[in-house]
């Protein structure tokens, strides 16, 4: 009987894991050959440490010492970078607009698209809850996902434009402005109507040495315009139209989006220009939303 145990494992020693349990590592040990029972002379370490290390993420060196019937096994535990966020902090990103995927940019977590990729908005993109080895890992998703977007946008633009078509006639008044104070001869007020212009003219009073006095007389010539259908009211609302709708455009895909293709096409109807924008662009469509736990 003592010949048959001599030089095999009967227990184990493990030293060195904080956060990895004793039974992971033995399990990871057991599935590469080393457990209770196994002839512990002559370990290939370098070649068990090859085969157990893949079975331990968070594992970074691995040893097994025998002594007597005593597997003595040492660990070296990897080193995590501190936390940047609290724990209840933890988040998906989702898609903010449908669109195709071109690209996708996990910094953390787990992507669940890939290139190619037809989604919708609000579709997880990159997810805060991993599988691991221990179970289920939440954290933070952060990264970029860039699609495909296509939009349809309208605008509508008044046709009822007016421009000058010459003087109807015009109209002189005359002040005087003594210190703060004017001194009108004429009645009324000085409103203008929508089609009006008005000149002011200011002539200081000065005397023949050069004295000024605070005496100013105020000539004020008001004209009025008769107006006429705006030539090429069509175009120029066109014209208006297509930028409000470019700008629209860029202000929705932000400065890193980038606009493909544009078509436009437009309608006239009731005195209005209807405007449309068909756009094909990139962008980043990831949205981070907060990861609901309980």
Same mark, same amino acid.
């Given at each position: 009987?003592? =010949?048959?145990?001599?030089?095999?494992?009967? !227990?184990?020693?493990?030293?060195?894991?904080?956060?990895?349990?004793?039974?992971?590592?033995?399990?990871?040990? /057991?599935?590469?050959?080393? =457990?209770?029972?196994?002839?512990?002379? !002559?370990?290939?370490?370098?070649?068990?440490?090859n085969?157990?290390?893949?079975?331990?993420?968070?594992?970074?060196?691995?040893?097994?010492?025998?002594?007597?019937?005593?597997?003595?096994?040492?660990?070296?535990e990897?080193?995590?970078?501190p936390?940047?966020?609290?724990?209840?902090d933890v988040?998906?990103?989702?898609?903010?607009?449908?669109?195709?995927?071109? /690209?996708?940019?996990?910094?953390?977590?787990?992507?669940?698209?890939?290139? !190619?990729?037809?989604?919708?908005? !609000?579709?997880?993109?990159?997810?805060?809850?991993?599988?691991?080895?221990?179970?289920?890992?939440?954290?933070?998703?952060?990264?970029?996902?860039?699609?495909?977007?296509?939009?349809?946008?309208?605008?509508?633009?008044?046709?009822?434009a007016?421009?000058? +078509?010459?003087?109807?006639?015009?109209?002189?008044?005359?002040?005087?402005? +003594?210190?703060?104070?004017?001194?009108?001869?004429?009645?009324?007020?000085?409103?203008?109507?929508?089609?009006?212009?008005?000149?002011?003219?200011?002539?200081?009073?000065?005397?023949?040495?050069?004295?000024?006095?605070?005496?100013?007389?105020?000539?004020?010539?008001?004209?009025?315009?008769?107006?006429?259908? +705006?030539?090429?009211?069509?175009?120029?609302?066109?014209?208006?139209?297509e930028?409000?709708?470019?700008?629209?455009?860029?202000?929705?895909?932000? /400065?890193?989006? =980038?606009?493909?293709?544009? +078509?436009?096409?437009?309608?006239?109807?009731?005195?209005?220009?209807?405007?449309?924008?068909?756009a094909?662009?990139? /962008?980043?469509?990831?949205?981070?939303?907060?990861?609901i736990?309980?």
């Amino acid at each position: 009987m003592l =010949a048959v145990s001599a030089g095999r494992i009967w !227990g184990f020693e493990v030293s060195g894991n904080d956060t990895v349990a004793t039974a992971e590592i033995l399990q990871a040990l /057991e599935r590469c050959g080393v =457990a209770v029972g196994t002839r512990g002379v !002559g370990l290939d370490q370098d070649d068990l440490r090859n085969r157990v290390l893949p079975l331990l993420p968070d594992v970074v060196y691995l040893a097994v010492n025998v002594r007597g019937c005593t597997a003595h096994v040492q660990v070296v535990e990897r080193t995590r970078p501190p936390h940047l966020y609290r724990d209840s902090d933890v988040q998906n990103i989702v898609a903010c607009r449908d669109g195709l995927v071109t /690209e996708v940019t996990a910094l953390d977590g787990a992507a669940a698209v890939s290139p !190619g990729d037809t989604v919708t908005a !609000g579709q997880l993109l990159i997810s805060g809850a991993a599988d691991s080895p221990r179970g289920v890992r939440l954290m933070r998703a952060t990264g970029t996902v860039r699609a495909r977007t296509w939009y349809t946008l309208t605008v509508p633009v008044p046709l009822a434009a007016a421009e000058r +078509a010459g003087e109807s006639g015009h109209v002189t008044r005359l002040s005087l402005d +003594a210190g703060r104070r004017r001194i009108k001869f004429y009645g009324g007020g000085s409103v203008l109507g929508a089609d009006c212009a008005k000149i002011t003219e200011y002539r200081p009073a000065v005397l023949p040495f050069g004295l000024r006095l605070p005496l100013s007389l105020v000539t004020e010539r008001t004209v009025a315009y008769d107006t006429a259908p +705006a030539r090429n009211a069509a175009e120029a609302a066109r014209r208006e139209g297509e930028a409000q709708l470019l700008y629209q455009l860029r202000q929705t895909i932000g /400065e890193d989006g =980038a606009v493909l293709h544009t +078509a436009f096409s437009r309608e006239e109807r009731n005195g209005w220009l209807y405007v449309t924008l068909r756009a094909e662009c990139e /962008e980043q469509i990831g949205m981070e939303v907060p990861l609901i736990t309980e």
